[in-house]
């Protein structure tokens, strides 16, 4: 079993720009897909993949409504998986998750989840 720790959320204004981390131990991060997912907390919200890396980091993956502004990346030597989130919106508020899976795809039903780190965009 991997272990994940989300880090770098926190209060934003809209247009700015944050950094999301997640650093990785227990087993060999190269073997793993990494993903991250967002879980708004408005009613009738349900959590939405936000972006996804391939093992080897040579495939990524974005959901519609963030493509262009986020960009996934993995670092092999420290284990981390980052999300770097630019001219961000206020519907970009929500909890992140990182995700860790055999592949991309999979990583919604059969992936191992970090506690999550809250992003908020507000004025």
């Known amino acids: 079993q991997v272990q994940l720790v989300e880090s770098g959320g926190g209060l934003v204004q809209p247009g700015g720009s944050l950094r999301l981390s997640c650093a990785a131990s227990?087993?060999?991060?190269?073997?793993?897909?990494m993903g991250w997912f967002r879980q708004a907390q408005a009613p009738g919200k349900e959590r939405e993949f936000v972006?996804?890396?391939?093992?080897?980091?040579?495939?990524?993956f974005y959901a519609n409504s963030v493509k262009g502004r986020v960009t996934i990346s993995r670092d092999k030597v420290n284990n981390t998986v980052y999300l770097q989130m630019n001219d961000l919106k206020p519907e970009d508020t929500a909890v992140y998750y990182c995700?860790?899976?055999?592949?991309?795809?999979?990583?919604?039903?059969?992936?191992?989840w970090g506690q999550g780190t809250q992003v908020t965009v507000s004025s």
């Open positions: 972006a996804g890396i391939s093992s080897s980091g040579t495939s990524r």
């Open positions: 227990g087993r060999t991060f190269s073997n793993y897909a």
């Open positions: 995700v860790a899976g055999s592949n991309v795809g999979e990583l919604d039903h059969h992936g191992s």
